[in-house]
Nanobody
Framework: QVQLVESGGGLVQAGGSLRLSCAAS????????MGWFRQAPGKERRFVSA????????YYADSVKGRFTVSRDIAKNTVYLQMNSLKPEDTAVYYC?????????????????WGQGIQVTVSS
């Protein structure tokens, strides 16, 4: 059974940093892409970032480019999202997800597995 468990969320002031972790288990993720999405109250879930498990290629939404960094530790089966220069508009529930790698990884519908989500709140 695949499990994705996020950790590291919380409350931070604008300009601060947080690092989210996603511990993955239950299968080998070779050939997968690991994505981060976020959902603010009353809004749809949106793509934030992704990393290909094998090659480590990284992808970012324009809104976080230059501020967020995605990485993975294959030995630990863990994906990270380092979030710097946080803004109040980054406030959302953040989700880790896994999908077989394809060109559609920007879309939440492409993902087979999801974590439970973790709250990130940025105060102004």
């Amino acid at each position: 059974q695949v499990q994705l468990v996020e950790s590291g969320g919380g409350l931070v002031q604008a300009g601060g940093s947080l690092r989210l972790s996603c511990a993955a288990s239950g299968r080998t993720f070779s050939g997968y892409v690991m994505g981060w999405f976020r959902q603010a109250p009353g809004k749809e879930r949106r793509f934030v970032s992704a990393i290909s498990w094998n090659a480590g290629n990284t992808y970012y939404a324009d809104s976080v480019k230059g501020r967020f960094t995605v990485s993975r530790d294959i030995a630990k089966n863990t994906v990270y999202l380092q979030m710097n220069s946080l803004k109040p508009e980054d406030t959302a529930v953040y989700y880790c997800a896994a999908a077989v790698y394809s060109a559609s990884f920007y879309y939440s519908r492409s993902y087979d597995y999801w974590g439970q989500g973790i709250q990130v709140t940025v105060s102004s």
